[in-house]
């Protein structure tokens, strides 16, 4: 099985900053994408930023929803099944539950993977 654990979840003023931190466990062969979905109060949830690790088709990839580029940033550690969000001049409508995701394979090379998610942590940003 694999569990996905979230952390670093907070309330913090505008224009503060707070690093969420996912860390992937259990039967993993490989990790082929990982991200963060954020869900603000009686909103869906969205992408918010998504590292795609790339195949022999497909190159790297790293996408992030126009509302964070250039203010976030997803970066991960390999060696640790880890990846993390950097969130710097936050504002109040950064407030909402952020959940990490990964697309993981688990049954070796032929496994295209699927979708596992953390339980979600609660950014909430004050004016």
């Known amino acids: 099985d694999v569990q996905l654990q979230a952390s670093g979840g907070g309330r913090v003023q505008t224009g503060g900053s707070l690093t969420l931190s996912c860390k992937a466990s259990g039967s993993i062969f490989r990790l082929n994408a990982v991200g963060w979905y954020r869900q603000p109060p009686g909103k869906e949830r969205t992408l918010v930023a998504r590292i795609f690790r790339g195949t022999l088709i497909r190159p790297i990839s790293t996408d992030y929803a126009d509302s964070v580029k250039g203010r976030f940033t997803i970066s991960e550690d390999n060696a640790r099944n880890m990846w993390h969000l950097q969130m710097n001049k936050l504002k109040p409508e950064d407030t909402a539950v952020y959940y990490c995701?990964?697309?993981?394979?688990?049954?070796?090379?032929?496994?295209?993977?699927?979708?596992?998610w953390g339980k979600g942590t609660l950014v909430t940003v004050s004016s």
């Open positions: 995701n990964a697309d993981i394979s688990t049954d070796g090379p032929y496994d295209y993977g699927k979708d596992y």
